[in-house]
């Protein structure tokens, strides 16, 4: 083995490594930058703040690199606090635009800088605007920040990134990614034992949502539509496989509209779960339609309860329910970013077609399947929304 290819496997830890430096004006936001972290996957090795001896040489040196010069000319703008941090599950490196000859080998991190930066400027005029943070690009420069920076402690941060990557790896043989963002955990299709079945592998810090996923079968282990765990380990799930054909089931469909609705008696069902959750003092938080799956031979089921979380106790109806209602601000426990501002008109009529007063309560089928084939008229209008006007004008030709 080369000496070259020896040094590249000993740092290739570093491919999920990224050196946050945050600027003077914005280090009240410290709190606000690691909250956007955790949420997009990001573990947090070690944080501290740069001494002032520091701060000018290293501002010079983020001037060369940002080919920026002058932004450090007034005071209130030196880099005052060092993050090092982690995402286990980077994305592919890309270039970010045509102009700009900057890579960066997590994809995730401009999203980090765009997000905060957005926040941080809220209200401001964008033109000129000093980015409030800077970050190293990729491995090499991650690598050249640690040993300038924090040289006595990048051995240990070098053990903690590679036991967090260890956590992560699945522990069955991989037959397909099923995973979207990955930023609580992977989901992947795996060989367990001979058979075909789920793996979802938390990221390292995640295991609240793993302890969740579990406290909801043994609370619902007497409804059919929750999913049923086959393994259990400190930081992954094992899930019996179903097959999906929740297309076949949605009907009616509006023209231009994504998909059909749901079935009255798959809508009977959510209702009675989370009912059944909410009576025994937890609640269904970011239940949404992309939770549920359809298999012909198991029936309706509910693959997702991260965000199931206590709630009021004893409730005994579905009015106020933090599934289908916006969730109080009160509320202290873990929350995705969508669920303060998401609604039942967004995220389920578009799949139930009924007023959510309607999914209240038992009513006859007969009169929820009218009161949808009315709905039908207001799906069509936001299909219509969606679609440009040539569409439109294929499908009245056809």
Same mark, same amino acid.
């Given at each position: 083995m080369t000496n070259k290819q020896s040094n590249g496997e000993q740092q290739e830890w570093l491919s999920g490594i990224t050196v946050f430096l945050i600027r003077d004006c914005q280090l009240a936001y410290l709190d606000t930058l690691r909250n956007l972290l955790d949420h997009?996957?990001? /573990?947090v090795l070690y944080g501290v703040p740069i001494e002032g001896?520091?701060?000018?040489?290293?501002?010079?040196? =983020?001037?060369?690199?940002?080919? +920026?010069?002058?932004?450090?000319?007034?005071?209130?703008?030196?880099?005052?606090?060092?993050?090092? #941090?982690?995402?286990?599950?980077?994305?592919?490196?890309?270039? =970010?635009?045509?102009?700009?000859?900057?890579? #960066?080998n997590n994809l995730r991190v401009p999203i980090i800088k765009a997000a905060f930066s957005a926040t941080v400027h809220q209200g401001e005029s964008k033109e000129e605007l000093l980015s409030p943070i800077h970050c190293s690009r990729d491995a090499g420069q991650a690598l050249e920040y640690l040993n300038t920076l924090v040289p006595k402690q990048a051995g240990e941060i070098r053990a903690v990134a590679l036991s967090n990557e260890a956590a992560f790896r699945t522990p069955y043989p991989v037959l397909a990614d099923l995973s979207k963002e990955v930023c609580r955990?992977? %989901?992947?299709?795996?060989?367990?034992?001979?058979? &075909? +079945?789920i793996c979802k592998t938390f990221r390292p810090g995640r295991e609240r949502y @793993?302890?969740?996923?579990?406290?909801?079968?043994?609370?619902? +282990?007497?409804?059919?539509?929750?999913?049923?765990?086959? &393994?259990?380990?400190?930081?992954?799930? %094992?899930? &019996?496989?179903?097959?999906?054909?929740? &297309?076949?089931?949605?009907?009616?469909?509006?023209?231009?509209?994504?998909?059909? @609705?749901l079935p009255i008696w798959t809508i009977e069902r959510v209702r009675a779960v989370i009912l059944h959750y909410r009576r025994?003092?937890?609640?269904?938080?970011?239940? /949404?339609?992309?939770?549920? =799956?359809?298999?012909?031979?198991q029936g309706l089921k509910i693959i997702d309860f991260e965000f199931l979380q206590p709630g009021p106790n004893g409730i005994k109806t579905l009015k106020g329910n933090y599934a289908w209602y916006e969730v109080p601000s009160l509320f202290t426990g873990d929350l995705p970013l969508s669920a303060r501002h998401s609604s039942y008109r967004q995220r389920w009529?578009?799949?139930?077609? @009924?007023?959510?007063?309607?999914?209240?309560?038992?009513?006859?089928?007969?009169? @929820? +399947?009218?009161?949808?084939? %009315?709905?039908?008229?207001?799906?069509?209008?936001?299909?219509?929304?969606? %679609?440009?006007?040539?569409?439109?004008?294929?499908?009245?030709? /056809?």
């Open positions: 997009h996957g990001f /573990n001896g520091q701060q000018q040489a290293l501002a010079q040196w =983020i001037i060369d690199d940002e080919q +920026a010069p002058g932004k450090y000319s007034s005071g209130g703008y030196l880099p005052v606090f060092l993050l090092v #941090v982690q995402d286990v599950h980077p994305l592919t490196e890309k270039q =970010i635009s045509s102009d700009a000859p900057e890579k #960066v955990a992977k %989901v992947e299709l795996v060989d367990f034992h001979g058979t &075909e +079945a @793993l302890e969740r996923e579990v406290k909801a079968r043994e609370l619902g +282990a007497s409804l059919p539509e929750v999913s049923r765990l086959l &393994e259990v380990g400190p930081h992954y799930l %094992v899930f &019996e496989r179903y097959a999906n054909c929740m &297309e076949r089931i949605l009907s009616p469909r509006a023209p231009f509209s994504r998909h059909g @609705l025994l003092g937890y609640e269904c938080i970011d239940l /949404n339609p992309q939770d549920l =799956i359809y298999d012909p031979c009529f578009p799949y139930t077609g @009924l007023p959510r007063t309607l999914c209240l309560s038992e009513l006859p089928r007969p009169l @929820l +399947a009218m009161v949808r084939s %009315v709905a039908l008229v207001p799906l069509t209008l936001d299909g219509l929304r969606r %679609v440009s006007w040539r569409h439109i004008q294929r499908f009245v030709r /056809n």
